[in-house]
Nanobody, 120 residues
Framework: VRVAESGGSLVQPGGSLRLSCTAS????????MSWYRQAPGKQRELVAK???????TYVDSVKGRFTISRDSDEKISYLQMNNLEPEDTALYSC???????????????WGQGTQVTVAT
């Protein structure tokens, strides 16, 4: 099982980016998919989460600017980020709760992260 992020880049304040998180491999079901971020010198924080039924939660600092979604086969999550601020600069990582084929337990798989830098 592999989780991989893409879409990070350098963007000017006020700009937009869309991050993608793809889960692949021997997967029976993907439960919650979450986006975390960690800025230099700061603790990692949960940015947004989406459940299989589409329920979403956001950290207060991104409400109204970021939107999390997932595609119909449930294995890809997107984080649409609008009106980006320098404070959004961080390494963004995806975490997916996955039940592997032939297994009953659920494990959390992490991607390597994608860098988002908001600067002029």
């Amino acid at each position: 099982v592999r989780v991989a992020e893409s879409g990070g880049s350098l963007v000017q304040p006020g700009g937009s980016l869309r991050l993608s998180c793809t889960a692949s491999g021997d997967i029976r079901f993907v439960f919650d998919m979450s986006w975390y971020r960690q800025a230099p010198g700061k603790q990692r924080e949960l940015v947004a989460k989406i459940t299989p039924d589409g329920s979403t939660t956001y950290v207060d600092s991104v409400k109204g600017r970021f939107t999390i979604s997932r595609d119909s086969d449930e294995k890809i999550s997107y984080l649409q980020m609008n009106n980006l601020e320098p404070e959004d600069t961080a390494l963004y990582s995806c975490a997916a709760q996955i039940r592997k084929m032939g297994k009953f337990d659920i494990s959390t798989f992490w991607g390597q992260g994608t860098q988002v830098t908001v600067a002029t």
